[in-house]
């Protein structure tokens, strides 16, 4: 007989960092990449934020694979990537990157202390689910969400006061492929029909990290919903 187990065991996790953790903070950004991305890459994208008073964390997932999936030895120019999940045995994926989440968090405030800062939490790409089923079960206090070209997590039914009073933000390029204009706005009346009021913001460009755009969703930059 053929029976399937799981068992925990110890990961060592890669997280990256812009900023340094002290006394001029203000704001610390949690942001969690795309399908295919790690973290180092991905926080290039986060340069315009360094200016001193944010700390900014990339977790970066735990399954790692090779971007080049054809059956040829893999050297030193081979790409890699990660992902947060697959399909296959999905719920424990989903507990596993939430405890993760959890001690990255911890981690976090260990080094800064979190009555003098504001969170922002922002999930690119497939990091947009993995952040809402974050938020939704964590204990941490989120001040802002930015779910950006992604999806919402379809087991997840949006429901007033759902993030305990974050601010909700929802991106997308006008030309991303992934995240049409019709089926943002068709998630963007499912979340209002929850009782949620994200401010939905667009900009000029496709399935990318916007500088421009970073720089207006600083917490204390609000955008008016539409």
């Not at 973290?39 to 090779?66: C, Q, S």
């Not at 930015?146 to 007033?160: D, F, M, N, Q, T």
Request: charged content about 25%.
């Amino acid at each position: 007989m053929t029976t399937t187990h799981h068992l925990e065991v110890r990961r060592t996790a890669r997280i990256v960092t812009l900023g340094e953790p002290g006394a001029a903070i203000r704001e610390v950004w949690l942001a969690c990449h795309g399908y295919g991305q790690l973290g180092v890459r991905f926080m290039r994208r986060f340069k315009a934020l360094d200016d001193g008073t944010r700390y900014i964390v990339a977790p970066e997932a735990l399954n790692r694979f090779y971007l080049d999936s054809r059956p040829v030895p893999h050297g030193e120019g081979s790409v890699v990537g990660a992902t947060w999940m697959t399909r296959e045995d999905r719920l424990t994926e989903i507990a596993d990157y939430i405890r993760y989440l959890d001690d990255v968090h911890t981690w976090i405030f260990e080094r800064i202390d979190p009555e003098v800062v504001r969170l922002c939490v922002l999930g690119f790409s497939q990091g947009m689910s993995t952040v809402v089923r974050w938020a939704e079960r964590t204990a941490a206090h989120i001040d802002h969400l930015v779910l950006w070209a992604g999806s919402w997590p379809p087991e997840i039914e949006p429901r007033a006061g759902q993030f305990r009073g974050a601010r909700l933000s929802l991106v997308a390029g006008t030309h991303d492929p992934s995240v049409h204009g019709d089926r943002l706005h068709r998630m963007v009346a499912s979340l209002r029909q929850g009782g949620l009021e994200p401010e939905l913001v667009r900009y000029d460009g496709g399935h990318e990290i916007d500088a421009d755009v970073l720089r207006r969703l600083r917490t204390e930059d609000r955008v008016d919903p539409i």
